[in-house]
């Protein structure tokens, strides 16, 4: 494996809670993300995968463990620090997308570069180049109540890439959307995934998801119990959902006939037990 | 970004808007029509005294104010007169009195009486009629915002003075009287019949000074020489007088307890908005928090949204407290409204909706990023 290594978690702990109902969430978590792929985190509800995501965004600090972003090291850093390594690295997405209702595609998009002092007019074309990549020219003045799901979605993205980010975290990011949607949106991620600058972690537990994968870690009760290495036929892999331009993405979300990614097969060609 | 979030934030509740106006817009009005009726009544104790041509004021000992002084007995004059650096010292009869009104009833009025031509203290604004009218026989000059309060309707009009029979021979504009008995102008010699005064005697003796520069050094040695009475500066009877209307009786503690329960009542209505309003965004600022954003520009984003409420309230409550000024400027409590009093009190509307925005912050700064993937 030669793509720069982007994360870095060993050994991570994480107790929630005090006194007698203190849970440990988090058992010894080990995880590496390199730039180029596009990593799933599955696992059941309940089992640390949304408490590994905020530990490894720099949201959450472990109880122990430590954790390496673009070679930083973030043990023992302060709230303000890790804002700082979140604003420099990191671009996310989530779930319920998380938009600023108020204001419209564009300017959620700009807030984001704002956040990390860039103003102006080069911000403002900027998000516009971001916005028209994830497929959405014609929606810079469009609200978020007013947009679909999915276009909803795809502005997360849009916020998420703006700043270039060598690691991006989707949290459930097809879990709010219909099917033609959700295939759109991974799509999207795994279209991300391949800059090679850049790792993709998106922790799901929609099985559509699979056949967008590079590598699926599976999690259970805060241990990572599976990593594998999906294998696509050379046919599958150039399938066209993930390997669609991001300006041919449809505006409505739907890949272009012929897209979907249905007759993907995977097999395990690597498979590792994680050590826990 | 900061400011489009804020402004957004800010208009995307009109309904919430519109209390958290209400809210800076009552607590401006008030504290708008408090303190300028405290700058109001300020204007009116020192008007006598700033009108007076003098430096240095000689009253009998422990004159509480203009209105409220004993009598000198006149050798004084003499005294202080001989003291190097004293140009002229102007002898002034001042007291309460009854005005008896030409249809009948009576008020009480301050009567002042001065010799125009001494050049101590004569009518100012005078509208109708001279100054030096009120050396003529009976005549007197009176403030046209009291003329109803005093039964008059026109000049020329005969009154009398406890028992003597006066003639309203001019009209000023704008002397208004803190204590609400009008100030009556005549002549020294007939104010002195009129409150039954001797003919040295007076109320107050005004000196004026070669120089103001020595004004310091003269009262001192105006105190050296007289004994049993006050000789205060021009600024130490003012001082004086603020002191008794405004502190002693009590009038300025309730004008300005009237105020601070205006920015109180502001303070509280604009923090509970701000609060409610923080509360509804804290998704989106756990999200800005998420993506990067310090702290401190959470903050600011709050704070501009204080700042907003603070500049729009100000501008309606000044525009509703400034039609209240204008339609009190005729009577006899003006609300007077001075460029300094507007400008502090756009200070503390700013430093009211600050302090407002402190709960939200505290409310902001407590916020877990982790919320984020709250479902």
């Known amino acids: 494996m030669s793509s720069e290594l982007v994360l870095e978690a060993m050994d991570i702990v994480k107790d929630l809670g005090q006194g007698a109902g203190m849970v440990r969430a988090l058992k010894g978590v080990s995880v590496t993300l390199r730039a180029g792929e596009l990593t799933l985190l599955m696992g059941p509800s309940g089992s640390g995968k949304t408490t590994l995501l905020s530990i490894l965004g720099c949201i959450l600090s472990p109880t122990s463990g430590n954790v390496r972003i673009a070679g930083i090291d973030t043990e023992g850093l302060g709230p303000e620090a890790l804002a700082d390594v979140r604003r420099r690295h990191m671009g996310f997405v989530f779930q319920t997308y998380n938009l600023f209702p108020t204001l419209n595609a564009e300017e959620n998009v700009r807030l984001a570069l704002d956040v990390r002092g860039r103003r102006g007019r080069l911000a403002t074309d900027q998000a516009r180049e971001t916005l028209t990549k994830v497929g959405l020219s014609h929606k810079f003045r469009s609200y978020p109540g007013n947009m679909s799901g999915g276009e909803q979605q795809r502005v997360a993205v849009a916020r998420a890439l703006a700043s270039a980010p060598s690691l991006l975290l989707a949290d459930e990011p097809t879990a709010a959307l219909d099917s033609e949607n959700g295939q759109a949106v991974m799509a999207l991620l795994a279209e991300i995934a391949k800059d090679k600058s850049r790792a993709v972690l998106a922790v799901t537990h929609d099985h559509r998801t699979l056949p967008y994968a590079d590598r699926i870690l599976r999690i259970e009760d805060g241990l990572i119990v599976d990593d594998e290495r999906p294998e696509r036929e050379p046919a599958v892999i150039v399938a066209p959902p993930p390997t669609l331009s991001l300006d041919e993405m449809r505006s409505d979300g739907e890949p272009p006939a012929g897209s979907h990614p249905n007759g993907s097969r995977m097999s395990k060609k690597r498979k590792t037990k994680a050590h826990g | ?375």
Not at chain 2, 99 to 114: E, H, N, Y
Not at chain 2, 166 to 180: E, H, N, P, Q, Y
Not at chain 2, 224 to 243: G, I, K, P, W
Request: hydrophobic share 50%; charged share 15%; glycine share 8%.
């Open chain 2, 1 to 375: 970004m900061v400011l489009t979030l804020a402004f957004r934030n800010l208009f995307h509740d009109r309904i919430r808007l519109a209390v958290t106006l209400v809210g800076i817009l009552f607590a401006i009005v008030l504290v708008a029509v408090q303190l300028g009726l405290y700058q109001g009544a300020r204007q009116m104790i020192i008007s006598m005294i700033d009108n007076a041509e003098g430096e240095i004021w000689i009253t009998s000992f422990g004159a509480k104010s203009f209105e409220e002084a004993g009598l000198l007995s006149g050798r004084e004059r003499h005294a202080v007169l001989s003291v190097p650096g004293v140009t002229k010292v102007t002898p002034l009869a001042v007291a309460f009195t009854e005005w008896r009104k030409p249809a009948g009833g009576s008020t009480l009025i301050v009567l002042v009486g001065t010799d125009p031509a001494d050049g101590g203290l004569a009518p100012w604004n005078v509208v109708q009629g001279e100054p030096n009218t009120i050396a003529e026989p009976h005549a007197v000059a009176i403030d046209k915002t009291y003329m109803e309060n005093l039964g008059v309707k026109h000049i020329a009009e005969i009154a009398q003075v406890d028992q003597t029979r006066v003639k309203v021979a001019a009209l000023t504009d704008g002397i208004r009287s803190f204590t609400m008995a009008p100030y009556v102008f005549t002549s020294l010699n007939r104010a002195r019949t009129m409150l039954g005064m001797q003919p040295d005697q007076a109320t107050f003796l005004l000196v004026k000074l070669a120089d103001p520069m020595t004004t310091d050094a003269v009262r001192d040695e105006i105190k050296a020489r007289l004994s049993n009475v006050d000789v205060l500066t021009q600024a130490e009877f003012r001082t004086r007088s603020l002191d008794h209307w405004l502190f002693g009786t009590g009038a300025g503690v309730a004008l300005i307890g009237g105020a601070i329960l205006g920015i109180l009542v502001g303070t509280v209505i604009v923090a509970q908005t701000l609060y409610s309003s923080t509360k509804d965004h804290l998704r989106e600022f756990a999200t800005l928090r998420a993506l990067g954003s310090s702290a401190g520009d959470i903050h600011r984003v709050i704070l501009m949204q204080a700042g907003l409420s603070a500049v729009l309230g100000y501008i309606l409550g000044m525009a509703i407290a400034m039609v209240v000024v204008h339609f009190s400027e005729q009577t006899a409590l003006p609300i007077l409204m001075t460029p300094e009093l507007a400008i502090g009190l756009f200070v503390l509307t700013l430093a009211m909706c600050a302090i407002s925005a402190v709960s939200a912050i505290v409310k902001v700064t407590k916020i877990d990023p982790a919320m984020v993937f709250a479902r």
